[in-house]
């Protein structure tokens, strides 16, 4: 049982890896948030096509002008798991098979590919 708990746990610590990667590419000047125009810079770069300032102001969830890492990955969480809580998209994928929780990773690594590629650049 103990084995079993420490396997899932592991699962959401992975997609949060995943995430901060891309985070801290975009974040370029090290100071733990990202500005609009580090955000915008790496949207571009990333070329999604939702309205990059629609996605700042959702994502900006204190509304103080930037994104913090909590945030960023709130964010994340709740578009790609549907998930309102870090217990809820813990919940997600620890009941994800394997082949799906593996699917699941690799999409998100490549959805994220864009900004941490290109934004360190």
Known sequence: ???LLRIEMSRLEQVQEVVKIAFNAIDQDKD???STTEFLAAWEK???SEDPMCVFKRTNIKGDGTISWEEFFHSFLEDELDAETVEEADGAV???EEDE????????KKHLEGFSAESSS
Request: net charge neutral; aromatic share 16%.
């Open 94 to 96: 620890n009941e994800m």
């Open 1 to 3: 049982r103990f084995e």
């Open 46 to 48: 990333a070329g999604r």
């Open 32 to 34: 733990g948030k990202l």
């Open 101 to 108: 929780w593996t699917k699941f990773l690799e999409e998100s």
